[in-house]
């Protein structure tokens, strides 16, 4: 019940409020009004209060760097999981959407390319299969 409250609040927050400011940093005396655009605010919103502001960012290093295939998995099912992952990345919050971050930091709230996750996915499995792929280049 406290998530539907917070919930609540943000969409209220977000959609009803006058007072917020948009792209430029003008601030405008009417509400946002309900769109599109105004729930993806507001789900970001509500992201970044139960979450970790740079949880794209963590993502992206984790499956870039620690992500290992289980031995037991077949490797289609580990590449179509990872897939899955990768569409949920633009969802997340990122540090660009935090207050404290400099103008210059760049969203890393992007998926990765088809290519980057052929290389995260040779990454993730055995030695044995890195160099099998490489043998058959």
Same mark, same amino acid.
Do not use: I
């Given at each position: 019940m406290r998530q539907r409250a917070s919930w609540n609040y943000f969409f209220a927050k977000t959609c009803h409020t006058a007072g917020w400011k948009n792209e430029k940093g003008e601030e405008q005396t009417k509400p946002q009004?309900?769109?599109?655009e105004t729930f993806q605010l507001c789900q970001n919103e509500?992201? =970044?209060?139960? $979450?970790?502001?740079?949880?794209?960012e963590q993502i992206r290093i984790h499956l870039t760097f620690h992500?290992?295939?289980?031995?037991?998995?077949?490797?289609?099912?580990f590449m179509q999981r990872l897939d899955q992952m990768n569409t949920y990345l633009p969802y997340l919050p990122? =540090?660009?959407? $935090?207050?404290?971050?400099?103008?210059?930091?760049?969203?890393?709230?992007?998926?990765?390319?088809?290519?980057?996750?052929?290389?995260i996915v040779i990454r993730a499995c055995s030695s044995a299969w890195d160099e099998h792929y490489y043998l058959l280049r």
């Open positions: 009004g309900l769109s599109w509500y992201l =970044l209060s139960v $979450s970790k502001k740079n949880m794209a992500v290992k295939k289980p031995t037991q998995v077949l490797v289609r099912v990122c =540090l660009k959407d $935090s207050d404290v971050t400099p103008p210059e930091t760049e969203h890393m709230n992007w998926p990765f390319s088809q290519y980057e996750l052929g290389v």
